[in-house]
Structure formats: C-alpha cells, structure tokens
C-alpha cells in the first residue's frame, strides 16, 4: 500500500504543479476602464478603517519612552565572491544596457507605435510593468531602482566622458542646491505624474506619453547638470525619492563603513547614531562598504529628519494610491454625475 500512495502522491504534487502553469486569462491594469468591487464598498472602508485604529492602538501601547536606535542582525553580501561578481560593474553593464534600451523603446513606440493603448508597448510597459512592477519589487526585494534608473545610468555616462575629454574636470554648474527647496520639486513632479495617472484623459494615450517620458528627460538632466547628479537624484527626481520610501520595507540595504567618504559627500547622509545607511553616492565612491541582506521593514526605523516636504510626499502616496481605487467604484461614477 506504501508503494502506492507515495508514487500517487507525488503525481498528483507534478499535476498540481503543471496546472499551475498551464496559460490562462490574466487580468491586469485596464486603460480608462471601470471594474466592479467583488463586495461592498462599505466593507472595504470600514476594513480600511479599523486597520488604521488598530494600528494606532498597538502604537500607543507598544511604544514608549523615547525612540532609540537599535543593532539588527544583517549579512554583508559583499563577504562572498560570487556576489562581489555579480555587483561588478562589468557584470552589471548588460543591465544598465537594457534599462536605457527600455527608456528608447518607450519613446520610440509612442511616438511611431500604433495609437491603440492596447496595442502599443509604451503604455501597458509605463502603467503596469514599471509602475505597478517595480514598486512592489523595490518594497519587497530592495531599491533595483537606484541601479536601472535610466537617466542616472545615461548621465553617469555623459559625467565618465566629459572626465575622460577634460580629466580633472566635472561636467555641470554644480550649484549650491537650496536648503529651502528641500524635495519639493520632486513632490511637484510626482504629483505631476500622479494626476496623469489618475485624472488626464489621455493617460493612455501613446503620443502623449512619449511626449511626458521627454518632458521629464529634460527636466532630470537639467537638474542634475545644474545642482550635480545625487543632488537632484535625492531631492528633484520624483521617482528616485519615491521608490527610495519604498525600500525601506525591503530586505535590502546599502551601507558605507568610512566616515571620510560621508564627509565628501553632497548631503548629510549620516545618521544621528554614525550610520551612512543606503546613501547611493557613497556607496559608489566607498572602498569599505556593504551590500546587506536585513529583516524586513526595519529601514523604518531610520526615517531622517521628517520635514514638511516629507510628510508631503507621504501623504501623496497614499492619496494617490486611495483615490485609485476609489475612482474605479460605482460611487465615484454617483459623484461625477453631479458634475
């Protein structure tokens, strides 16, 4: 009887397996499309309530006395060969290859591709693979972002270069980059971004979208020829400052060892206990540095300082992510027939 059930055992383990990965209709972003919620909509909203007051509950009665750093265990990736391959930049090339690659696709089928959203690359790649895709890949696995952002991949490029013509010499004004701005410009852009999303029409639209995709090409190199490179990546570009809040859930992190190498760096990157925690300009310059494998989430715990503009691109987030799914429902079809 044992020689039966284990071999049918295991054929109906391989059975379940090849179903699994039999094709079948998947269902993703829809283009200027409404879905029906499969409940109630109350039920989501009371959902969504509760788990906002239980939150605050376990907060107010976890937490007390004064915030306190803490040590968490961590694995330095960096300890091993193979890693330390497959992070070289010539391992690395290849990649950054196929993310400016992707970056002229995007254009290129905007601009000459068919004009049906659902036939043209640009809008399912930007709205779905990219947007959706890579956020919840750098909220889970770490910032692969700050790798395969493609305008600081051709502008790093652009810097290696002009050093090779003029050596000794950094291309750019490298403007002192005021204080006071803080990341309000890359509030403004993703607040940009987000009404594009979420309330132009023409969000599909494959033309507009390789016309927005150069719009922004121009505002990033301007701002990183104008204030330097990391400068504008951690202040001025929408979606390295985002994606940046992101990984902090990640089990991911950068880190720089040298406190020599943070005294040369372009902002204020230590934090209030020593730590150069995912500083992605001295991690770049820096001969002791880590590639650290961490529990997740605990990048929380190392905020920064939370200003205004701060706070302002929290809240962004997240009412640009409820007033998406908010806007599909039958009651925001109620509401704007008000209108």
Known sequence: MRRLVRPALLGTGLAVVLAGL??????????????????????FVVGGAAAVVVSFILVGTMVRGESQWFSYPRLNLLRYPLARMLLSEPALLP????AVFLLGLVVAAGLVGDSRPVDNFSPTFIWVIWWVGMGFFVALFGNLWALVNPWKILYGWFEGAYGLLRPGHAPGLE????????MWPAVALFFAFAWAENAF???????????????????????????????????????SVVFGFFSRFSIVEVRNILPEVCGECSQACRAEDGRCVDCYECFQFSEEREFNLRPPAVGLHNPGRVT???????????ATVTFDGFSATPEWLEVQSYF
Not at 208 to 232: C, Q, S
Not at 308 to 318: P, Q
């Open 22 to 43: 039999l094709p079948t209709p998947a269902y993703a972003h829809g283009f200027g499309e409404r879905y029906d919620l499969p409940v109630p909509l109350s039920y």
């Open 95 to 98: 990649v950054k290859l196929f």
């Open 175 to 182: 403007k002192d980059y005021p204080e006071r701005l803080g």
């Open 201 to 239: 029409g023409g969000s599909a639209d494959p033309r507009r979208l390789a016309a927005m995709a150069l719009t922004y090409t121009v505002i990033t190199f301007g701002g990183m020829f104008i204030f330097g490179k990391h400068r504008w990546l951690r202040h001025g570009e929408a979606f």
């Open 308 to 318: 205004g503009d701060v706070m302002a691109m929290v809240i962004l987030l997240l």
